[in-house]
């Protein structure tokens, strides 16, 4: 059974940046899919980012070229850079593991975190 704990969640300016955290543990799976996810107040949950167990990356263009996955396999954590972020980016960030192959639908993802909260004011 994965656990997985977020943190980093904080207010901050537009234009500025954060970096959000995700240990895993419990995580014995070597092809796996860890995801980065939001939900703001009132919209579907959406994926920001995906990072497959090659390292293979995925965003979708409202994040492309600001925000960053990436892994620390001996700290079995990953992690969030946003960087120039916009009010729009507010909202509750999940990450989320799935095994096997990178999927876009948070429905595909099996274990989930409790959430950091992010906003971004203008």
């Known amino acids: 059974h994965v656990q997985l704990v977020e943190s980093g969640g904080d207010s901050a300016q537009a234009g500025g940046s954060l970096t959000l955290s995700c240990v895993a543990s419990g995580h014995t799976d070597t092809d796996y899919c860890m995801g980065w996810f939001r939900q703001a107040p009132g919209k579907e949950r959406e994926g920001v980012a995906v990072l497959d167990s090659g390292d293979s990356t995925y965003y979708p263009g409202s994040v492309e070229g600001r925000f960053t996955i990436s892994q620390d396999n001996a700290k079995s954590t990953a992690y969030l850079q946003m960087d120039s972020l916009k009010p729009e980016d507010t909202a509750m960030y999940y990450c989320?593991?799935?095994?096997?192959?990178?999927?876009?639908?948070?429905?595909?993802?099996?274990?989930w975190g409790q959430g950091t909260q992010v906003t971004v004011s203008t």
């Open positions: 989320a593991d799935r095994s096997g192959a990178c999927l876009s639908t948070p429905e595909s993802f099996r274990y």
